[in-house]
Every structure is written in structure tokens, then in C-alpha cells.
């Protein structure tokens, strides 16, 4: 069952203001189920008054965040990481090939970096983001693996970080 894989969406309880789009949104919030777990990978917008641009570039960004979940063994997605997200280097989708290049490359992390425990009622996971101080590169992980969390942790502690101002 390790290679089991589904996706499931299921609709918020309570619509929400958006004050980006100026009225009032329904969610579907999209869950992977891998080895007997429930793991939230994101929330979309729907309903009417979306443009067929915000609806369809939802879609789009789900179904690359299940192909991150499913790539990583349902360890971690990754949310924003410009060139990983955008194709020039598809591995930077992998928080330690993202890593490394931060190492190589003798870059620094601002003082916005963080690792946050996330709780939910599916289960636990942690948020790693933050910005790059020489290039302003942000980014922002999902990880759903405690082993992988510690390992990027022990990565990060190796890395310089902006003081916080």
C-alpha cells in the first residue's frame, strides 16, 4: 500500500468575505489519503463570481500540489518556490535539492525563516518558508513527515540566518 494514492475534496461548513475578491466564497478543501491517513494539501475557492482565470489556475495549482505529494512519497508539497513552481528547475519542488542550492550558493535566510507545527483534526505537519536575504527568493513547504522534518531542521541549522530587526 505505500504507492496507494487518492485524492478526495470535500466543501467547508462556512463560506468566508474575501476581501480580495469583494464578496462572499464557498471552499473545497482537498485531502490526500495515503497509507490510512488524511492529509490536508489545500484549500480552493469556488462558486459563482470567480473569473474563469481564479477558477481554472485553482485547479491547476491542486493538481501540482498532488504532484508534489505523490513525487515525495507523501512526505512534503511544496507551496511557493518560484523555480520550482515554474519549471526552470523542477527539483527545487524537493525541500532538500532547495536546500542545497541555498548552501551552494552561500545565501542566507531572513529573519522571517521558520519551521511551525501545524495541528489539525487529520493530522499533525509542519510549515517551513521563509525568503532568501541575497535574492529575495521566497518559499514555502508543507511537510507531513516527522523524519523529514528533522532532517530539514538539521539542514537549516547549517545555514545563516538574517537577525531579526
Known amino acids: ?5 487518492r485524492f478526495i475534496e470535500e466543501p467547508r461548513n462556512q463560506p468566508h468575505i474575501s476581501n480580495w475578491h469583494n ?3 464557498d471552499h473545497i478543501d482537498t485531502f490526500a489519503i495515503h497509507n490510512g491517513q488524511k492529509y490536508h494539501i489545500r484549500g480552493r475557492a469556488v462558486g ?7 477558477i481554472k489556475r485553482g485547479i491547476e495549482e491542486i493538481e501540482e500540489l498532488k504532484t508534489h505529494f505523490i513525487k515525495s512519497g507523501g512526505r512534503w508539497i511544496c507551496y ?4 520550482g513552481m515554474l519549471g526552470s528547475n523542477p527539483n527545487w519542488a524537493d525541500p532538500f535539492e532547495f536546500l542545497q542550492f541555498v548552501r551552494d550558493n552561500n545565501y542566507s535566510f531572513n529573519s522571517f525563516f521558520g519551521i511551525c ?10 510549515e517551513f518558508h521563509g525568503n532568501l536575504v541575497e535574492i529575495s527568493h521566497a518559499f ?18 547549517k545555514i545563516p540566518k538574517e537577525a531579526n530587526q
Do not use: H
Open 80 to 83: 511557493y518556490c518560484p523555480s
Open 140 to 157: 514555502s513547504f508543507r511537510i507531513f513527515d516527522k523524519t523529514t522534518i528533522n532532517q530539514i531542521k538539521k539542514e537549516t541549522a
Open 48 to 54: 459563482a463570481g470567480l473569473s474563469e482565470f481564479d
Open 1 to 5: 500500500m505505500e504507492n496507494d494514492f
Open 23 to 25: 464578496f462572499v466564497i
Open 117 to 126: 507545527k501545524r495541528k489539525s483534526k487529520e493530522n499533525d505537519c509542519w
